[in-house]
């Protein structure tokens, strides 16, 4: 018998910045292989999804980050996009920057770039990265975080 997926999964992820550029890593397995993501996973029992972001970066990529505050939520569904079983993703993305490591790639992803906001909208990525990179490209313009909703961690 197969196992049943959850009807809901619960992920985190990070936009890890510098110098107004975004990590970005090609997915080398599913799901979403072969596309540009944001460092990132699911939440697993007993853990934040604050402290999977920071878990997940550090996995994938080598980093240790400090968060920075939550950029954004969203709420997809995978099966719209031909990936994924799951009925509804709910993904956190936190803003970041590194603190210590240099980036080395985990088997997950092939390849990783810094790239700035508009390069982004360029690459085979999904549609909520595209989103995220816009949402960041008007912060590097000089509007205020708070007005986009970036909410500092001492404030959750």
């Not at 970005?24 to 993501?37: E, S, Y």
């Not at 985990?106 to 990525?125: C, G, I, K």
């Not at 949402?135 to 909410?151: E, H, S």
Request: glycine content about 10%; overall charge positive.
């Amino acid at each position: 018998m197969a196992k049943r997926l959850p009807k809901i999964v619960l992920g985190a992820g990070t936009l890890v910045h510098k110098g107004g550029r975004l990590l970005v890593v090609k997915r080398a397995q599913a799901p979403n292989r072969g596309l540009w993501a944001f460092p990132g996973g699911k939440v697993e029992e007993g853990e934040t999804p604050m402290q999977t972001a920071v878990r997940e970066t550090k996995e994938e990529v080598g980093l240790d980050v400090e968060i920075e505050g939550v950029f954004d939520v969203v709420t997809y569904m995978p099966a719209e996009f031909g990936r994924g079983d799951w009925k509804e993703v709910v993904l956190v993305d936190y803003l970041a920057k590194p603190t210590k490591g240099r980036v080395r790639l985990n088997p997950e992803s092939s390849a990783y770039r810094w790239v700035l906001p508009e390069e982004l909208l360029r690459l085979d990525t999904t549609p909520q990265m595209r989103a995220c990179a816009e949402k960041f490209a008007k912060i590097g313009r000089g509007l205020p975080p708070g007005r986009l909703g970036v909410p500092s961690p001492e404030a959750l």
